[in-house]
């Protein structure tokens, strides 16, 4: 189906212009004065401003942010994006939570890696493509690794605790304050009530110097499981 936009602004890099669109599908075929296509339905968009689709490259659909998680996830964020003619986005790119501290280091080293590549592609700088394209084929085999890593040696780190008793939750308080953790969040988890468990979700910040310059969270996750009340703990992602 071909669609002629008749009288309206064309806002481009580098100039705007009046001018008519005709778009045959999803390609736009031209572009110029007084376009004429007998088989094209035609719209008056004089007083219209023409933009090509935008970019936004910070979003925050679907982040937990300490006890919440933002309104909009990429399925509802995305429609309403493109409603406002945005048609690329950035979704949590290098984001710091108390819930996990570097968030989608990966992910966003690519999609800008991406949105380069298709910029100097439709630019002509194909030395900047092939330099863009190496620079991806490297995030995928090393930022992953780099990530795991800086995660690790962060300072925020959120477990899945499970103690012996709710008697129990005062005495794991007062142990990790005396390592120097300090605890930002606790959530109990009510689908363990009949378990006889304790269940809980800790967000933890590590405040000792100490801990911070030689611990991993592996590390102390490994001594808080020596604890003799703790049943079960781990790092969640």
Not at 63 to 77: I, K, N, P, R
Not at 167 to 189: C, H, K, M, P, Y
Not at 212 to 226: C, F, G, T, V, W
Request: glycine share 8%.
């Amino acid at each position: 189906m071909k669609r002629l936009l008749k009288g309206g602004t064309v806002v481009g890099g580098r100039e705007s212009k009046k001018a008519d669109i005709l778009i045959d599908g999803e390609t736009i075929a031209a572009v110029g004065e007084n376009l004429v296509c007998p088989d094209a339905q035609t719209a008056d968009v004089t007083g219209k401003l023409l933009f090509p689709g935008f970019i936004d490259a910070h979003t925050h659909f679907d982040l937990d942010v300490c006890s919440t998680t933002t309104a909009d996830d990429f399925y509802t964020g995305s429609r309403s994006a493109i409603r406002g003619g945005t048609t690329m986005i950035s979704g949590n790119s290098i984001l710091f939570s108390s819930r996990n501290q570097i968030k989608g280091l990966t992910t966003s080293a690519a999609l800008w890696t991406c949105g380069l590549i298709g910029l100097s592609a439709g630019a002509g700088l194909y030395t900047v493509t092939l330099i863009g394209f190496l620079a991806l084929l490297s995030s995928v085999s090393l930022f992953p690794e780099i990530e795991k890593y800086l995660k690790d040696r962060s300072n925020h780190f959120e477990i899945h605790l499970e103690l012996k008793s709710k008697g129990d939750l005062q005495d794991f308080i007062a142990t990790v304050r005396q390592l120097g953790i300090r605890i930002d969040d606790i959530e109990s988890n009510p689908a363990y009530l009949t378990s006889g468990l304790s269940v809980y979700t800790v967000s933890f910040t590590i405040d000792s110097r100490e801990l911070k310059q030689y611990k991993k969270h592996s590390e102390i996750i490994e001594a808080l499981r020596s604890l003799a009340y703790v049943s079960y703990i781990e790092e969640m992602n």
